[in-house]
C-alpha cells in the first residue's frame, strides 16, 4: 500500500494506491496551512480504508519546485514516515505528476508545458512530451520569458493568460496521479530532497560590523 502526498503548492493532497489503483484520495480545503492539514488528510485517508500506518510498504512525496515552508512540510514527514515505519520513500518532481494527467486529458496528442506558481511575478516550469515525460526543465523565470503557445497545466496558466494562452487541466498537482506516477514507473524516483530551484528568503546573519 503506497501513500502519497504533495505539498509543493498552497494545497495538499493525499492519496492510497493499493497497487492496482488509488483507493483514496483527499485535498485540503485552506491554502498555505501545510503543517495543520498534512497529518489529518493522512489519518483521514487511512481511516476511509480502515487502514493503519503499519499497514503502509511506501511512501511518495512531491520534491517541488514550491516554496520552502510547504515542501519542508511534506518532505519532512515522508522522511520520518521512513524511518518510523522502515519503508522506502520516494521523490517525484511536483510538475511531472501533474504532466502525466494532462497529457492523458490531452489524449497523449501534444506536447505541453506545465507552469506552477512561483511568486515574485515567476513561474516554476517544464516541459514534455506527448506522454508526458519531460524533456526540459524545471526552471524558474518570469511568465513572458517563457511565453508559449502550447497547452499548459498548472496553476501559472490561470495566473499568466498573457503569457499562456492555452489552459489545459489540471491546475493543481494530485497525489492519486503522483502515486500512479511511481506504481506504473512513469517518473523518475529521486530521494526526498527538495527542488528548490531558489534559495530561501531567510539568510542566516552576517557577521557584524564593528562600531568604530
Do not use: N
Not at 181 to 187: D, G, I, P, T, Y
Amino acid at each position: 500500500m503506497l501513500l502519497a502526498f504533495d505539498t509543493a503548492t498552497p494545497y495538499v493532497s493525499v492519496a492510497l494506491h493499493d497497487g492496482d489503483e488509488v483507493v483514496a484520495e483527499v485535498r485540503s480545503q485552506e491554502r498555505m496551512r501545510h503543517g495543520e492539514q498534512l497529518a489529518p488528510l493522512i489519518a483521514r485517508v487511512l481511516e476511509e480504508t480502515g487502514l493503519v500506518r503499519q499497514d503502509l510498504t511506501a511512501l511518495a512525496v512531491g520534491t517541488g519546485p514550491g516554496p520552502f515552508t510547504g515542501l519542508r512540510v511534506g518532505l519532512v514527514t515522508a522522511r520520518t514516515l521512513s524511518l518510523v515505519l522502515e519503508v522506502p520513500a520516494y521523490g517525484v518532481c511536483t510538475l511531472d505528476a501533474i504532466a502525466l494527467e494532462a497529457a492523458e486529458g490531452l489524449g497523449y496528442t501534444s506536447e505541453l508545458v506545465v507552469a506552477t506558481d512561483a511568486r515574485r511575478k515567476e513561474v516554476y516550469l517544464a516541459a514534455y512530451d506527448e506522454r508526458g515525460t519531460r524533456v526540459s526543465g524545471p526552471v524558474v523565470d518570469r511568465p513572458d520569458s517563457v511565453a508559449t503557445d502550447l497547452p499548459v497545466a498548472g496553476e501559472g496558466a490561470l495566473l499568466y493568460p498573457g503569457a499562456f494562452a492555452r489552459p489545459v487541466a489540471p491546475t493543481l498537482p494530485s497525489a492519486g496521479w503522483l502515486a500512479r506516477a511511481v506504481v506504473e514507473e512513469r517518473v523518475e524516483l529521486t530521494d526526498p530532497e527538495p527542488r528548490y530551484l531558489r534559495r530561501p528568503d531567510a539568510a542566516v546573519p552576517g557577521e557584524r560590523k564593528r562600531v568604530s
